[in-house]
């Protein structure tokens, strides 16, 4: 696994993550002919898999992926390893080389690299052998406990960050005792958390297993709960900040199915309890889905836990009757902000969207026994992992079905699954999160519905005030039924009137930087689309006219209203004038589309000064 540095980390120098062309520097060595899934973004610490190994993340680029871009022993490979080495000293993180004996990079390069960091940092670089690294995880982050137990199984030993300041902390409870130990980025050192429960239990053939407990946020606060349940106990701890405390949650008013619902039974088996967000809202509800139980439960502040009015879909599980591995995985599939339901095993599948916290997982994609048409392959097969994983948007599985593949792996797509899917609405939240921004720019939430609706065009005022144009009746107008006299056939008749546009500003009002109250200024348009400041007030393009609309008496709507300009056709609303902006040159420019009609010209009417291109 790899670590890929980029420019999304604000900690970082620009000169350390971007080229001199402005692309990102370590980017670049992704290869671009191939599937290339095994890295992570901007976190260059060890971490643990499946709670029995560390993963040491690898240093972008290997000197494969270095010759594989420029050949080899090129010397800008050795420029960015000593950039990456830069960025990790900040970071306080571990560079870990790959090099290979293949003439991909020269033996003296490495030397180089070697004495850059020895010359410009001293003490402050290790060079440690893995050993060396474990040896110092176990004794100064876990306190002296390995994560494996002597057997090679769960030790009890769990990371997360239980006070919420962005750091992980250690919970340790074994037969050699429990210890918890929280972080202090201050004082750097350890704290005592007085935890106090077995995360794992000997059997009586020596073995080691889980004793069931599971960790999750239950409230707004951000802090972990853990929750047990057995046939012999039940037991609930919550922290507050400095250290476990049962009663800061009342978590003893745990409201428990009948039948009932527990962690793991008393052979030990896992019973598919867990903690999921399962509606984006960062607090956990507790789901339940074994072979016999389905169920999702809330914890309400004060009242305890109860039940919802859904559950999981159909043969949706965490674990089997065996409590093992059943092929469910939770993955926001239409990048909605909520947690879609993916699940696939020997017997059968399934892929449902999630729609709110009255319907759950009601949206089925795509369902089945394995073996039928569309079936998506098994991500666990006999309670034991298929090789899955997803990257990218994409699903993927390798295994030793997949060797003949392209890339050694099969695929499906986020986009090829959801293909026959009509896309639903996304949050103004999640439809943030989707937005991909160019190296060093970030986007932020300024207004959303329905404070806006249809916008088309917008423009800042000097004072701060964000004019926007809303184009409501697109593409076939907004009925408003009238009587209307018609002279050529002295008639008065009903008539459909296709006026939706309008134009608001909008205020922020506690300076907070978000948009939070919005005027309409002008309304009652035929498809304006586009404003510009103007003095006192605005200038607007809403063909056949461009005009001037002003406020003279402060109750925030347009009360004066000039035609300037005139003449521009309205018959395609994608095809109309638009516009207006300022040019460097001082002058106001608006577009309009090719014509055979005669060219607009000034109104008559006009008396303000104005001129355009």
Not at 284 to 311: H, M, T, Y
Request: charged share 25%; aromatic share 10%; net charge neutral.
């Amino acid at each position: 696994m790899f670590n890929l540095i980029t420019a999304d980390d604000p900690a970082l120098p620009r000169e350390l993550v971007l080229d001199a062309d402005g692309r990102e520097r370590f980017r670049k060595y992704l290869p671009a002919d191939r599937t290339f899934v095994n890295y992570i973004e901007n976190y260059p610490y060890p971490y643990v898999i499946n709670r029995l190994c560390w993963e040491f993340p690898c240093a972008v680029p290997s000197d494969w992926a270095a010759q594989h871009l420029h050949k080899p022993n090129n010397p800008i490979t050795v420029r960015d390893w000593k950039a990456y080495l830069d960025a990790i000293v900040i970071k306080q993180g571990v560079f870990n080389l790959v090099f290979h004996p293949h003439g991909w990079i020269k033996a003296e390069q490495i030397i180089d690299l070697i004495d850059y960091a020895q010359t410009k940092y001293g003490k402050r670089v290790k060079f440690l052998t893995f050993k060396e690294a474990l040896e110092r995880l176990n004794r100064n982050v876990l306190g002296g406990p390995a994560l494996r137990s002597i057997e090679g199984g769960d030790n009890g030993v769990r990371l997360l960050d239980a006070n919420n300041d962005g750091y992980m902390d250690a919970m340790i409870g074994n037969l050699k005792g429990a210890d918890g130990r929280i972080w202090s980025p201050k004082t750097r050192s350890w704290n005592p958390a007085n935890f106090a429960v077995m995360l794992n239990v000997r059997e009586k053939d020596g073995t080691h297993r889980e004793s069931g407990v599971q960790f999750g946020i239950v409230e707004q606060h951000g802090f972990p709960t853990w929750v047990v349940r057995n046939e012999f106990e039940t037991l609930a701890d919550g922290f507050d900040g400095n250290g476990w405390n049962h009663e800061r949650t009342g978590l003893r008013q745990l409201a428990w199915e009948n039948p009932a619902i527990l962690t793991t039974n008393d052979k030990g088996r896992n019973r598919g309890v867990r903690f999921r967000d399962a509606d984006g809202d960062k607090v956990c509800e507790i789901l339940v889905a074994n072979d016999k139980q389905s169920v999702l439960l809330r914890f309400v502040p004060k009242v305890g836990w109860q039940k919802q009015p859904f559950a999981l879909p159909t043969n949706a599980a965490f674990v089997d009757r065996n409590g093992q591995e059943a092929g469910l995985r939770f993955i926001d599939l239409d990048q909605d902000g909520q947690l879609d339901i993916v699940f696939s095993n020997e017997k059968e599948f399934g892929v449902y969207l999630f729609t709110d916290m009255q319907k759950g997982w009601s949206r089925k994609v795509i369902a089945g026994k394995q073996g039928e048409p569309g079936a998506i392959p098994p991500i666990a097969v006999n309670g034991t992992d298929n090789g899955f994983f997803v990257h990218g948007r994409t699903l993927y599985w390798q295994n030793e079905h997949t060797s003949h593949l392209k890339d050694l792996v099969d695929r499906r797509s986020f986009d090829e699954l959801l293909r026959d899917v009509e896309p639903a609405a996304k949050s103004p939240e999640a439809s943030l999160k989707s937005i991909k921004t160019a190296p060093g720019f970030r986007a932020e939430l300024m207004a959303a519905e329905p404070l806006v609706q249809d916008p088309v065009a917008f423009a800042w005022g000097p004072d701060g005030k964000l004019w926007v144009v809303e184009m409501g009746d697109y593409p076939e107008g907004k009925p408003l039924r009238q009587r209307v006299f018609i002279p050529g056939i002295g008639k008065t008749i009903a008539q459909w009137m296709r006026r939706g546009g309008r134009v608001k500003f909008l205020e922020d009002t506690d300076g907070d930087g978000k948009y939070d109250k919005a005027t309409v200024f002008l309304e009652n348009l035929g498809y304006p689309n586009g404003v510009l400041p103007w003095r006192k007030g605005v200038l607007v393009t809403c063909a056949p006219d461009i005009f001037y609309a002003e406020d003279t008496n402060g109750d925030g709507k347009a009360d004066k209203r000039e035609v300037l300009f005139t003449g521009f056709p309205e018959r395609n609303p994608q095809h109309r004038v638009n516009g207006p902006v300022w040019g460097l040159d001082g002058w106001v420019y608006v577009a309009d589309v090719a014509r055979r009609s005669p060219a607009p010209r000034p109104s008559k009417r006009s008396t303000a000064a104005a001129r355009a291109r």
